[in-house]
């Protein structure tokens, strides 16, 4: 295992003692948690959002604390749901009194504990509600998960929410643009390598030299078939086309090419070039275009295709400032 | 070689197609050429921006081009300097009259190319100036330099000289606040890992499961020390203490805490935390800090740590907004 830390059972800890080192007028570590909120926070009139899981997927989710998106963050230990105090932390810091919205990567670990979290702050009187993403569509089940997994769909879900909420839209107004996103947004990941989990030690599979897993998760959960690695042009094609095959893409488009975690951004755009041919190609008009890494699995070498539909309305909202470190807009 | 690309031969043609179609309203390809362009250069009474140099170091530069930073970015062949006549088309593409300068990574066939482009683009009567940024202070001398090296530190140039060029500056004003960012910034790198040129197939030299390298180049040059892997206090330490050395920090500093291309942004953060405690120890003031990948070597796992010395002039440039991609502020 080649990495640049310190304790392998204290990476969360230093990691998240780092990121607020670096914009401590912004972001602040809520005491005795690792859960990361805006300095300003709670904003009055604001619905408060919060996201979070597993760490290891990096800028996801603390990158995204910052105006116009996310109000905090909880941050698990690697690939593990953070606990549902942790959370309850975060909602009592992050409301204003206009409630609480919580969006969910679809892992069972993360669905119970935020669920359980969002029971305590109801019992405090704290209105909260919940959107759970699973655009993964790798997958209709996983040992992880009851459903579709949750990947990089759901920094477009911050995105729409955030910017709601940023407007002061009531909560059933953020969640139902949360909810909107999230039903109109598809991902689908592949990888050339496994990562390593620091305190395991060990990757959490194999794949040879020659070959490429398709339908990865981005917890080195299995995919759906591993082949020999084919061209960028190839996995272009076949990731798009299995999420052009699954939702009816009818409107304008938001395309993100998301590296998980080592694959140089040189390749993203190797891969970007054929998305949108393709795109081109049927007709679909894309609106705006991410390149970069959004989502991550640690270190592992490979990339994701999301695409969302977009109305009016999410057009609009994506158009919204953020001023988040990952997602400045 | 595990890479997600087309043709080896063709990766950097693919990149630039690939990045100019993820921001088709922002730049656009100069055609004939891989130079990177805003679509509204040249701006009037702007003194025009270049840099670039071989690629694989993504998102430096391309990724910089943007109001507020550079105007145009010249991509060469991977880790190979782009050619006279490219940057030539570069710099005629933006100039508005005011001039341009160039802003150039200590490499003696970077230096060579874009000071032939320079020549002849002043045989065509247009004003240029150039900056050459040193910042890496591993080595004295290499086998692709006279003098020091130009690495991540070379960001924050752009990012002052950008600045200074949105404000309308003269060249010679533009000129003088790069060079003295180019004067007040220092940089080292470690690297875990090598990487691979797509077109060589195989790494540039190879390092033990429990090896790792300090002072390395950005092209997989050999560092100045081979050793087993310490933890990252240590990596900070080694790193900042050096930079600390080479320079009389006097003012506030921004910092830059920069991934090689595969170290997850778990690891900058963690490497941030213990630079952000060897500057508070040292009394010195942290003004901004930046933690991620702004100066890659194609998929290398490793990091490099940069300081800025501030005075009010880069102080107040370094707050002015910037639209590129890769340095929104």
């Not at 998106?69 to 549902?84: K, W």
């Not at 991410?290 to 969302?308: I, P, R």
């Amino acid at each position: 295992m080649k990495k640049i830390i310190n304790d392998p059972n204290q990476v969360v800890q230093d990691m998240v003692e780092g990121l607020v080192a670096s914009s401590p007028n912004d972001i602040k570590q809520l005491p005795g948690t690792t859960a990361v909120v805006k300095t300003d926070a709670p904003n009055a009139n604001k619905v408060g959002l919060v996201s979070g899981g597993g760490s290891g997927h990096e800028p996801a989710h603390a990158g995204y604390v910052g105006k116009g998106m996310l109000d905090a963050a909880v941050v698990g230990e690697v690939f593990t749901s953070p606990t549902p105090d942790q959370v309850f932390e975060a909602i009592k810091a992050v409301d204003s009194g206009a409630g609480v919205l919580l969006i969910i990567k679809n892992y069972t670990g993360d669905v119970l504990n935020f669920e359980m979290a969002a029971e305590l702050a109801e019992a405090e009187g704290i209105r909260v509600e919940k959107v759970i993403v699973n655009d993964d569509i790798a997958v209709e089940e996983s040992s992880s998960t009851t459903g579709r997994r949750g990947i990089a769909g759901t920094v477009f879900v911050h995105k729409m929410a955030g910017a709601k909420a940023e407007q002061r839209g009531t909560l059933e107004e953020v969640k139902a643009v949360a909810a909107k996103a999230a039903t109109n947004v598809r991902s689908m990941g592949m990888a050339l390598t496994p990562c390593t989990v620091p305190a395991a030690g060990t990757p959490s599979f194999q794949l040879d030299e020659n070959e490429m897993e398709i339908g990865i998760g981005i917890h080195g959960e299995a995919g759906i078939e591993r082949k020999v690695i084919s061209t960028a042009d190839d996995v272009a094609a076949e990731l798009t086309g299995k999420i052009l095959e699954d939702f009816d893409f009818t409107g304008d488009v938001a395309v993100m090419v998301n590296g998980l975690g080592s694959t140089p951004e040189m390749e993203l755009y190797i891969v970007n070039k054929k998305v949108q041919a393709i795109l081109a190609e049927k007709g679909l008009n894309v609106y705006k275009t991410f390149v970069g890494e959004y989502m991550t699995s640690l270190e592992m070498a490979g990339c994701s295709v999301t695409l969302l539909n977009l109305d009016d309305e999410l057009k609009e909202l994506l158009d919204v400032a953020s001023d988040a470190p990952a997602f400045r807009s």
